[in-house]
């Protein structure tokens, strides 16, 4: 019975998830009041219903949905999710949901077409440990993503307005020095997450992890994204930074990340691998 309600809910979140997408989509383009009414309550529900489908899912396997990169992709989308409804109701800027959340479904998407019940894992997967440690990484991640996105955004506006043109963009988008808050707080929330994934993996990983290295190279890129995130906080307030220039570097640290662990991943052995 179990297997058949988690197998429900993976088919359903990615309908949820683009039905998000629409009702925001219908309050940017159409200014229509029923997105503009119901989709962060809409988006909350479809993250309730995310949250179930992840608990069950761990219930069902004896373990956190981390043993893939399928299964860490569904994490991906709720984190993204839940960083931009965080995000949303401390800044009260609903216009970009539908750029954040699409990513949030892509992400499911994919991850619900290839996800696979793994019966043969390491023990350590079973950990609940692992289980924060992995989620605090993808909230971090999701946090950087979505500064990138608003960083985008900025760029958008920024050349909209240098070319003179008020359209849509223009109309709905929040203001310059909004996008760039938005940008720099997506920033802090990423690095106070990134911060936990550390003091997790140096506290706990050597005692739970017999080949364990500091110098793995999934743990050097993770400092190193730290590090480059750090710097950038502590620029902007030291060097006074601001508009395009903390945008730019935001988007060009997020690139560089997802190329650093692409490599990692692929081309480099580690111990995060724990087949």
């Not at 058949?4 to 925001?24: A, H, M, N, Q, R």
């Not at 009414?37 to 069950?56: K, S």
């Not at 893939?68 to 970009?96: C, H, L, P, Q, W």
């Not at 479904?105 to 290839?114: G, K, W």
């Amino acid at each position: 019975m179990l297997e058949y309600f988690v197998d429900l809910l993976k088919i359903s979140l990615p309908i949820l998830y683009l039905f998000t997408v629409f009702l925001y989509g219908l309050a940017f383009f159409l200014d229509e009041q029923f997105g503009i009414r119901n989709r962060t309550r809409f988006l909350v529900a479809t993250l309730a219903v995310h949250f179930v489908y992840l608990g069950t899912r761990t219930l069902l396997t004896g373990h956190p949905p981390v043993t893939s990169i399928f299964e860490i992709m569904t994490i991906v989308s709720f984190a993204i999710g839940a960083a931009y409804v965080y995000i949303e109701s401390r800044s009260n800027v609903k216009d970009t949901g539908m750029f954040i959340i699409s990513l949030a479904f892509l992400f499911e998407v994919v991850s619900a077409a290839f996800i696979k019940d793994d019966v043969h894992i390491n023990p350590v997967l079973k950990s609940s440990v692992l289980g924060v440690h992995v989620v605090s990484a993808m909230l971090g991640y999701s946090a950087l993503a979505i500064s990138a996105v608003y960083g985008g955004l900025y760029l958008m506006m920024y050349h909209e307005i240098r070319a003179s043109r008020f359209g849509i963009i223009y109309r709905k988008l929040p203001n310059l020095q909004t996008l760039e808050k938005l940008s720099y707080g997506s920033i802090q929330l990423g690095f106070i997450f990134l911060t936990i994934v550390m003091l997790i993996g140096y506290a706990w990983l050597p005692k739970a992890i017999e080949n364990f290295s500091y110098s793995d190279p999934k743990i050097v890129i993770t400092d190193f994204v730290w590090a480059i995130y750090l710097a950038t906080l502590l620029s902007k307030r030291a060097m006074r930074w601001t508009g395009r220039t903390v945008v730019i570097v935001s988007m060009l640290g997020f690139v560089l990340t997802v190329v650093s662990m692409v490599v990692v991943h692929v081309f480099l052995p580690s111990f995060h691998n724990f087949r």
